[in-house]
């Protein structure tokens, strides 16, 4: 069984940090890309970053770039968000979901499997 389970959401002030995770199980991990979508409240899903499975290479969203890095570690099965300079219009929920990608794409069609989310919170 394929399994997405993100963790790490929370409350933070602007200008702080937070680090998602993104557990999995169930596929061959280093043959699928990752990437990380928001939902923030009222608006449609995005993606803002993702990261290739078999050499690293990563694509950011312009609103995140220079703040937010993924990062993943093969021997855990884990991919990381690290999210700096968080700000008001961070906040929503946040997805990891995998796909068998060799381009990277935001296009949610060809990510298969999805986690359940994490809220993220940014505000004063």
């Known amino acids: 069984e394929v399994q997405l389970v993100e963790s790490g959401g929370g409350w933070m002030r602007p200008g702080g940090s937070l680090r998602l995770s993104c557990a999995t199980s169930g596929f061959i991990f280093d043959e699928n890309a990752i990437a990380w979508f928001r939902q923030a409240p009222g608006k449609e899903r995005e993606g803002i970053t993702a990261?290739?499975?078999?050499?690293?290479?990563?694509k950011y969203a312009d609103s995140v770039v220079g703040r937010f890095t993924i990062s993943k570690d093969n021997s855990k099965r884990t991919v990381y968000l690290q999210m700096d300079s968080l700000e008001p219009d961070d906040t929503g929920v946040y997805y990891c979901?995998?796909?068998?990608?060799?381009?990277?794409?935001?296009?949610?069609?060809?990510?298969?499997?999805w986690g359940q989310g994490t809220q993220v919170s940014v505000s004063s």
């Open positions: 990261i290739s499975g078999s050499n690293g290479v990563t």
């Open positions: 979901a995998a796909g068998p990608l060799l381009l990277l794409t935001f296009s949610e069609k060809w990510y298969y499997h």
